[in-house]
C-alpha cells in the first residue's frame, strides 16, 4: 500500500491558525493542486444549502405568522373588552377602584400570553423539528440529530408577544374606560353614518339597491373591523397561492430539466475500458448514439473555488439543450462555457478568465469563458471536443453514452457489454429528484396549512364583531318584515365583497412570494425557476373565496337566536 502515490491530502488546522495563511502555503509547496475548503466540498455544500434554505425560511414563515397572530390578539381582545362593557360599567357603579378594574382585564392578556407563548414555545422544540427531519431523511442519512436548545431571539419572541398582548388590551380598555359609567351600561350605540366616497357618482349609486347601499355603508362604517377581514382573507388566499405554484414549480421545473435539457431516452456510464463512439453507433440498434467525456475539475474564480464537472462534448450533438428555452447550444471551438448559475457563484463573467485544476496535472489551465449555458439542475463547465483537445490533456474517451431511439434489443445490448456500468432513464432520474423535492414543499405545504388556521380565526373574529355589534340592526330588520334568509343574504353579501376584493389583491403578492421562497431554496447545483398556472390560481382563489363564505354562513346561523326583547330594548 505504501508504494500506491497520494493524489490527496486531508488537512486539519489547530485551533487559532490562521486558514488563509495555510492555503497560501500549501499553494505555493503544491502550485499544480486545487486546495479546497470543508465549505466548497459537494457533500459539505449539500448540508450548508439545508441550513441555509431553512434559516432563510425561518425569516419569512415566522414573521408572516407572527403578523397574523398580532391580528388575532387585537381582533379577539378587543371582541373581549367590547363585550365586557355591561360589566365593567357595573363594577364601576359598584366602587371598584379604576386600577382595580384596569388589571382584572390586562390579566385576561397577561396570562393566556404567558401560558401560550411559553407552551408554544416549548413544544415547538418537540414538534416541527422532529416533522423536517424526518422528512429530510427520507433522501439524506445523517449520523444523529441534535436538538438546539432554544435561543434568544426565541426567548425576545416569546417576550415580545406577551408585551404587545398587554398593550393592545390596554389601548381597547382604555378607550372604553374614558366613558361614564351610564355609558358602559347602556348599550354601545352604532358609529353614526357619513357620506362615503362612492356616493359622489350619482349614476352608479342610484343604480344600487336599498340591501346594496346598506352593505356597501356598513363596510366603510367599520373600516378597523372590514381591513382585519380583509387583512386575514388577503394572508390566506396570498398563502394557497403560493403553496400551489410552489408545488407546480418545482416539479415543473424538473421535468423540464428531464425532458428538455437532456433529449435522450437512456444514459450508458462507461468506464475506463470504454471504445471509441464511432464503434458504439455501429453496435448499438438505436436511432442515435452520442458521447460525452466528463471529468472532475476544480475550478476557480474571483470569489472563490468550487469542485465540478467538466463535459466534454463532440461536434454535431443534439442530447443536451444548454441554449435559452431549452435549446441546442453550439460550443465554441476554443474557449470554455460555464453554467450561469456557477457564474454566479465564481464570479465571472464572458470574458473573464476560469482557472481549472485538472486531477494530477502541476499546472492549473486558464480559459476565457466565452458563453453561458442554461441548465437548472447540476452545475459545470462544457467545452467542444476541439476547444479540450486544444488543451492537450489528452484525446475525447467517452466515459458516458446518450442514445435515443431505443427498444428491448438496445437495453439487451448494453446490458451485454462490459464496459457499461450502469444505465440511468431520466424519467426515473426525474422521480428520483422529484421524491427529493418533495419534502420541501411539503413543508411549505404544513407551514401554508397552519397559517391557513389562523387566517380562519381572525375571518371568525370579525365575523362574531360585525355581528354583535349588529344585533340591534338585524332585530330592527325582523321587526320591518324582512325575513332571516334576506338577513342572512345581507351578512353574506358584506363578507362576499370583502372576499373577493381581498383575493383579487392577495394574487400577485403570492406569485412574488413564491419567487421569494424559491430564490431563498436554490442549492448551489440548483436552479429554481416559476411556473404558475392559471388553473391552480383559479383553485387558490376558489378555496379562500369559499373558506371565507363557510365562515359567515357559521355565523349567520346565529340569526335565528337573535333575543328581539334584549337587542331592541333600551334604558330610556
Not at 108 to 125: E, T
Not at 202 to 209: E, F, I, N, P
Not at 368 to 387: D, H, K, L
Not at 404 to 423: F, P, Y
Request: charged share 20%; proline share 4%.
Amino acid at each position: 500500500m505504501t508504494s500506491l502515490p497520494v493524489n490527496e491530502l486531508l488537512i486539519t488546522l489547530e485551533d487559532g491558525a490562521n486558514q488563509a495563511d495555510v492555503k497560501a502555503a500549501l499553494t505555493d509547496l503544491l502550485p499544480g493542486a486545487a486546495v479546497i475548503e470543508v465549505n466548497t466540498n459537494s457533500g459539505t455544500a449539500t448540508a450548508h444549502n439545508f441550513v441555509r434554505m431553512f434559516k432563510s425560511m425561518s425569516y419569512l414563515f415566522p414573521v408572516l405568522s407572527y403578523a397574523v397572530a398580532i391580528m388575532i390578539v387585537v381582533s379577539t381582545l378587543t371582541r373581549m373588552v367590547e363585550n365586557q362593557r355591561i360589566q365593567m360599567g357595573t363594577l364601576k357603579a359598584l366602587g371598584f377602584p379604576a386600577k382595580t378594574i384596569r388589571n382584572h382585564y390586562l390579566a385576561y392578556a397577561l396570562v393566556p400570553s404567558m401560558v401560550g407563548s411559553v407552551a408554544g414555545l416549548i413544544a415547538a422544540q418537540f414538534t416541527l423539528p422532529d416533522a423536517i427531519w424526518a422528512m429530510l431523511m427520507h433522501n439524506s442519512r445523517m449520523p444523529w440529530m441534535l436538538r438546539a436548545p432554544i435561543s434568544p431571539v426565541s426567548w425576545v419572541a416569546c417576550a415580545a408577544t406577551v408585551v404587545l398582548s398587554v398593550l393592545v388590551c390596554w389601548i381597547v380598555y382604555r378607550k372604553a374606560a374614558r366613558e361614564t359609567t351610564a355609558e358602559l351600561l347602556r348599550p354601545k350605540p352604532p358609529k353614526s353614518g357619513s357620506r362615503i366616497l362612492l356616493e359622489r357618482w350619482k349614476g352608479l349609486w342610484q343604480r344600487l339597491s336599498f340591501n346594496g347601499k346598506m352593505v356597501i355603508r356598513n363596510i366603510f362604517r367599520n373600516k378597523g373591523r372590514s381591513f382585519l377581514s380583509l387583512v386575514g382573507v388577503f394572508f390566506c388566499n396570498m398563502l394557497i397561492v403560493c403553496s400551489f405554484s410552489l408545488q407546480d414549480s418545482i416539479p415543473q421545473m424538473i421535468a423540464d430539466h428531464y425532458t428538455k435539457t437532456l433529449v435522450y431516452d437512456v444514459r450508458a456510464e462507461l468506464d475506463t475500458t470504454a471504445d471509441t463512439l464511432h464503434s458504439y453507433r455501429v453496435r448499438i440498434p438505436a436511432a442515435a448514439v452520442e458521447g460525452i467525456m466528463e471529468k472532475g475539475v476544480s475550478a476557480m474564480g474571483k470569489s472563490g473555488i468550487r469542485s465540478c464537472t467538466l463535459t466534454v462534448v463532440p461536434a454535431g450533438q443534439t442530447s443536451l439543450h444548454l441554449g435559452e428555452n431549452q435549446s441546442v447550444l453550439q460550443l465554441p471551438e476554443s474557449g470554455a462555457c460555464i453554467s450561469r448559475k456557477l457564474g454566479k457563484l465564481l464570479d465571472i463573467g464572458l470574458g473573464d478568465t476560469l482557472t481549472v485544476y485538472f486531477t494530477g496535472d502541476d499546472e492549473p489551465v486558464r480559459l476565457p469563458v466565452v458563453c453561458f449555458a442554461e441548465t437548472n439542475i447540476g452545475q459545470g463547465i462544457y467545452m467542444s471536443e476541439t476547444a479540450y483537445k486544444a488543451l492537450r490533456k489528452g484525446g475525447f474517451a467517452p466515459t458516458a453514452l446518450l442514445i435515443s431511439g431505443i427498444d428491448e434489443n438496445t437495453v439487451h445490448v448494453l446490458e451485454e457489454m462490459d464496459e457499461v456500468t450502469d444505465l440511468k432513464y431520466p424519467e426515473n432520474q426525474r422521480r428520483q429528484t422529484a421524491g427529493i423535492m418533495d419534502s420541501t414543499t411539503l413543508i411549505f405545504s404544513i407551514l401554508s396549512g397552519v397559517a391557513l388556521l389562523l387566517a380562519f380565526i381572525i375571518c371568525y373574529n370579525m365575523g362574531l364583531m360585525n355581528f354583535t355589534e349588529r344585533t340591534r340592526d338585524y332585530a330592527t330588520l325582523k321587526v320591518l318584515g324582512y325575513h332571516q334568509k334576506e338577513i342572512r343574504r345581507l351578512m353574506m353579501r358584506e363578507q362576499e365583497i370583502i372576499s373577493l376584493i381581498a383575493t383579487a389583491l392577495s394574487v400577485y403578492p403570492g406569485m412574488l412570494l413564491t419567487s421569494i421562497i424559491l430564490k431563498l431554496c436554490e442549492m448551489e447545483n440548483m436552479v429554481f425557476t416559476t411556473c404558475f398556472k392559471p388553473l391552480s390560481i383559479i383553485k387558490a382563489c376558489v378555496i379562500s373565496i369559499v373558506f371565507a363564505w363557510a365562515i359567515e354562513w357559521l355565523l349567520t346561523r346565529k340569526v335565528k337566536k337573535i333575543d328581539m326583547v334584549e337587542a331592541l330594548k333600551s334604558v330610556e
